[in-house]
């Protein structure tokens, strides 16, 4: 049992684990509201591609050379639009305008710098429109430490309690 090489790869999974966490955002939003689904890379994007998807599917993108976005799914033609026009300081962020809860699910905005290869950058979105959620309650938080003659690092977590109530329920009070 080596619990130094296991507190190592413990620290290391959390370290990747919050890497892999760091580009990914929740959004919930009441239906008819706009939202900006922001999308910053912090470099020049100007003659490359973004593509925004939805669950996989290619809702909108914007191509290399070229300021306009093109809207590839019906459902948002004249509702998105380009937030800023910055290319320059990398903001490929886009605007949403009267959400629908069919707009519900997760964006994805990709950052191409050459055609036919692979993204070089990629941001997760997860949107949620039309649902309403209370916070009811926090149940103490737990807090634990690893120490070895090398490394040192501690956790915590907590529970919170949710309430979530569709519109149609709103409806009837």
């Known amino acids: 049992y080596n619990l130094k090489g296991n507190a190592v790869f413990l620290l290391l999974l959390l370290l990747v684990r919050c890497e892999a966490l760091t580009h990914s955002i929740k959004i919930t939003i009441k239906e008819d509201e706009d939202i900006i689904l922001n999308c910053s890379f912090g470099t020049d994007i100007t003659g490359h591609r973004i593509e925004w998807k939805k669950d996989d599917n290619d809702v909108f993108h914007f191509d290399f ?6 809207v590839e799914d019906p459902k ?26 069919s707009d519900s699910g997760k964006y994805t905005c990709l950052h191409i710098n050459q055609p036919g290869k692979a993204p070089v950058h990629q941001r997760l979105i997860e949107l ?9 309650g926090h149940l103490s938080t737990k807090k634990y430490s690893i120490k070895t003659d090398s490394y040192s690092f501690s956790f915590s977590y ?4 949710h309430i979530k ?5 709103l409806k009837r009070f």
């Open 76 to 101: 948002f033609k004249d509702r998105v639009a380009r937030f800023s026009e910055d290319l320059k300081s990398g903001d490929a962020s886009v605007k949403i305008q009267g959400a629908k809860v």
């Open 65 to 70: 050379g070229k300021e306009d976005l093109t």
């Open 158 to 161: 907590g529970l919170t309690c």
């Open 165 to 169: 109530l569709e519109p149609a329920c």
């Open 128 to 136: 949620t429109v039309g649902e309403f959620i209370f916070v009811v």
